[in-house]
Nanobody
Framework: QGQLMESGGGLVQPGGSLRLSCAAS????????VDWYRQAPGKERELVAR???????SYADFVKGRFTISRDSAKNTVDLQMNSLEPEDTAVYYC???????????????WGKGTLVTVSS
């Protein structure tokens, strides 16, 4: 059984940058798609970015050109570089992955506990 752990959140001024990191116990990130989600107060959780096992990336429109997702297979981590941060980016950011566990396609979902990002002057 693996776990995901986010780090790197904090308080930053508008226009600033933060780098979030998602680390895993066990090899649950290995070759699996990994997502960053976020949830702002009073809002639903939303997908921010995804990186596949083959390193393809995709982004929500509201972060395109500002955020970059990357993975380091040797370190078993997935990072989210966030630039040009805006107050609207304030949220708890979560790491997520889905691991297929058998040939029938059954899967286990993994979520971290989240890291808070606050963008404010």
């Amino acid at each position: 059984q693996g776990q995901l752990m986010e780090s790197g959140g904090g308080l930053v001024q508008p226009g600033g940058s933060l780098r979030l990191s998602c680390a895993a116990s066990g090899r649950i990130l290995n070759r699996n798609d990994v997502d960053w989600y976020r949830q702002a107060p009073g809002k639903e959780r939303e997908l921010v970015a995804r990186i596949t096992g083959s390193f393809s990336t995709s982004y929500a429109d509201f972060v395109k050109g500002r955020f970059t997702i990357s993975r380091d297979s040797a370190k078993n981590t997935v990072d989210l570089q966030m630039n040009s941060l805006e107050p609207e980016d304030t949220a708890v950011y979560y790491c997520h992955t889905r691991v297929v566990v058998n040939v029938e396609g059954a899967a286990v979902e993994y979520w971290g506990k989240g890291t808070l990002v606050t963008v404010s002057s």
